[in-house]
């Protein structure tokens, strides 16, 4: 009688084993087309690059005279933007001579006092410039109506550099 029982349970141990190793699994398969990353620009357009904003010549006391220049963001990034005077000069006495520089873009004032009076080598926020947006700047120099004859034959000089800089990186989740 034991052998009635063996196998039987001989054959169910072997329907077991195949059916356990006959391959019944699922499986799922997802992909991605390729993914790109493309580097942004940060390039600016002064419209008096390399030249003079102004020359001004021959001035008299009680003369106001003005010189303006365009700069434009034309990268591809929102940036800082700075104007820095590099060097600068002044011959007249006191502040008999001042300059004024004005965003007239965005109605802010840049700098109003003596004329080189931006402390050299030191940065002066603008603020930020989106791509694409042109913001003109006026400068008006004025001879003090009151200088005295000891400013005949001066002279003053200023030089300037425009900086932009990216605003900090953010992660976009997409």
């Known amino acids: 009688m034991s052998r009635k029982i063996l196998v039987p349970l001989a054959t169910l141990s072997a329907a077991a084993a195949v059916a356990v190793g006959s391959g019944a699994t699922f499986t799922s398969t997802s992909g991605n087309t390729i993914s790109a ?6 390039t600016q357009l002064n419209s008096k ?11 008299k006391p009680g003369d106001t005279l003005n010189g303006a220049l365009n700069l434009t963001n034309t990268g591809s990034l929102p940036a800082t933007f700075s104007l820095t005077e590099t060097g600068s000069t002044n011959g007249f006495t006191a502040d008999n001579l001042s300059l004024a520089i004005t965003n007239t873009t965005t109605g802010a004032t840049v700098y109003s006092g003596t004329f080189g009076g931006l402390v050299d080598g030191t940065k002066t926020d ?8 042109l913001n003109n700047f006026k400068f008006t120099v004025k001879l003090a109506q009151t200088a005295p004859n000891a400013d005949q034959g001066k ?17 976009t989740n997409q």
């Not at 990353?37 to 940060?42: D, E, H, I, M, P």
């Not at 603008?126 to 947006?133: A, T």
């Not at 002279?155 to 550099?161: D, G, K, L």
């Open 37 to 42: 990353a493309t580097s942004g620009t940060l």
């Open 155 to 171: 002279s003053a000089t200023a030089t300037y550099t425009w900086d932009s800089v990216q605003l900090n990186g953010t992660t």
């Open 49 to 59: 690059d390399g030249g003079a904003i102004f020359d001004l010549t021959n001035m």
């Open 126 to 133: 603008l603020g930020v410039i989106q791509p694409g947006v």
